[in-house]
């Protein structure tokens, strides 16, 4: 009874996962990869790296490992002269299928562990293919795991999108700034208060801007662009 008890907060807790890592893809399911990725092109004509880089980051997310998105992610970077960032090996692995494929193999993994589960209840023939069904179920939900593991920091990054973005000491529009960040930059979202958001630079170093000038890279809600 332990054991069934255990399994079935085990099951939740991977089905909850699975559904919050679909979620995070299904944010962007009013855009295309190839719509964004087209959209970020046009910025990077006009001059406008923030908007190229947050649509190019936002085409990865249903494209991952695309060349081309890669290529001129990299290339509008360079121009404006900041750092590329290079998934490790893990990350590879996990974007190859996508976000939302892991969030389905999870969810398949589960509903195949709790089958052979109460097969085994039912039964106690077919031992083996019970343990092989199993075996492939935690290896679908560890999947699933690799890929909320990948998706959360993604959770929380944004793109600076206007130039010389003053980085202030406290969430108010007055005073000297503590120093200011290129158009283009990603950071690390930490906090928010009344239109600001306290955050983090690659560098370690932490300040308060104003909402309006960054995007976050996974769209919080359906909301326009900001104009051209």
Sequence with gaps: ???GMRFAALSLAMTLLACQAHAVSAETTGYSAAGLYNLANSYARAGKPGMAVLNYERATLLAPNDPDIEANLRFVRDASRLPSDRPTWFERSVRVAGPTTLSWAGVMGVLIAGVSLLAGRLSSRHRGLRRVA??????LIGLTVCNGVVLWPRLHEAVVITNATPVRVSPVPMGDPLFVLPEAETVKMTAEH????LIQTRAGQRGWIARANLAPIVPRRAQPLPPG
Excluded: R
């Design 134 to 139: 199993l075996g492939c179920a935690i290896a």
């Design 1 to 3: 009874m332990i054991h």
């Design 194 to 197: 009344e239109g600001f958001v």
